[in-house]
């Protein structure tokens, strides 16, 4: 049982849909055939920003790290200091990428923070 509950964990697909017309979004997530999510009012966004994650990970339990590395964040931030994430990858220049789009969909700022010590807002 545990090992099932593991694979059903790692074989979760999250998305993100936006329906602009109607202002909404929904975070689905999938599982093999199975699919659950609800539409959600969107929020008035302030921006968009990418940021640099650092992740480790211990996959024995032993308290000593196996491998570490960073992840690249898209999150979508309203209400001045609320946040969802959209997107992770391991690679910044995809990232950006891809908050370099929503930011243009949703007609707001992006913020470059792939580099925590020299954050930038990117002219799109």
Do not use: C
């Not at 979760?12 to 659950?36: C, M, Q």
């Not at 959600?40 to 990970?57: A, H, T």
């Not at 960073?70 to 391991?90: A, E, L, P």
């Not at 910044?92 to 007609?107: C, D, F, I, T, Y």
């Amino acid at each position: 049982m545990l090992t099932f509950g593991h694979a059903l964990k790692f074989s979760a697909i999250n998305n993100v849909y936006f329906d602009l017309e109607n202002r909404k979004y929904k975070k689905e997530i999938v599982v093999g055939p199975f699919k659950t999510g609800k539409w959600i009012e969107l929020p008035e966004i302030d921006y968009i920003s990418v940021f640099r994650q650092g992740w480790s990970k211990d996959s024995d339990g032993d308290g000593r790290t196996d491998s570490s590395g960073y992840v690249y964040d898209v999150n979508v931030w309203h209400n001045t200091s609320k946040h969802f994430t959209i997107y992770s990858n391991g690679y910044p220049e995809a990232s950006l990428e891809m908050g370099r789009q929503l930011a243009v969909k949703l007609n707001t700022d992006l913020l470059d923070a792939t580099d925590p010590f020299n954050k930038e807002w990117v002219d799109l």
